[in-house]
Nanobody, 123 residues
Framework: QVQLVEAGGGLVQAGGSLRPSCAASGRTFSSYVMGWFRQAPGKGREFVAAISWRGGTIYYSDSVKGRFTISRDNAKNTVALQMKSLKPDDTAVYYC????????????????WGQGTQVTVSS
């Protein structure tokens, strides 16, 4: 069982940066694949980034590649999403999620979810 709590969202102007993070409970955090997803009003949940348990495999969506960086610290049970060059289209609730086994970009394949943190980018 893993409990996930996101923090670090907020309001930023276009071109700015934010670094939401996700803290996980449980001693087996290092064995979980971690992902970030987002959901804008009226839209479905969208994949953003994912990282394998050791960090050796990382996926990004095309829309954030080159602007966002996912990282994890297994000693601190945390995963972060460094977001730069933010655009108004990045506005959404950002969720972290966890699953075992392979890295995947499909939301339904993740078992555990946080409550989300709001990111708003003004133009």
């Amino acid at each position: 069982q893993v409990q996930l709590v996101e923090a670090g969202g907020g309001l930023v102007q276009a071109g700015g940066s934010l670094r939401p993070s996700c803290a996980a409970s449980g001693r087996t955090f290092s064995s979980y694949v971690m992902g970030w997803f987002r959901q804008a009003p009226g839209k479905g949940r969208e994949f953003v980034a994912a990282i394998s348990w050791r960090g050796g495999t990382i996926y990004y969506s095309d829309s954030v590649k080159g602007r966002f960086t996912i990282s994890r610290d297994n000693a601190k049970n945390t995963v972060a999403l460094q977001m730069k060059s933010l655009k108004p289209d990045d506005t959404a609730v950002y969720y972290c999620a966890a699953r075992t086994w392979a890295v995947t970009t499909t939301p339904s394949e993740y078992t555990y979810w946080g409550q989300g943190t709001q990111v708003t980018v003004s133009s």
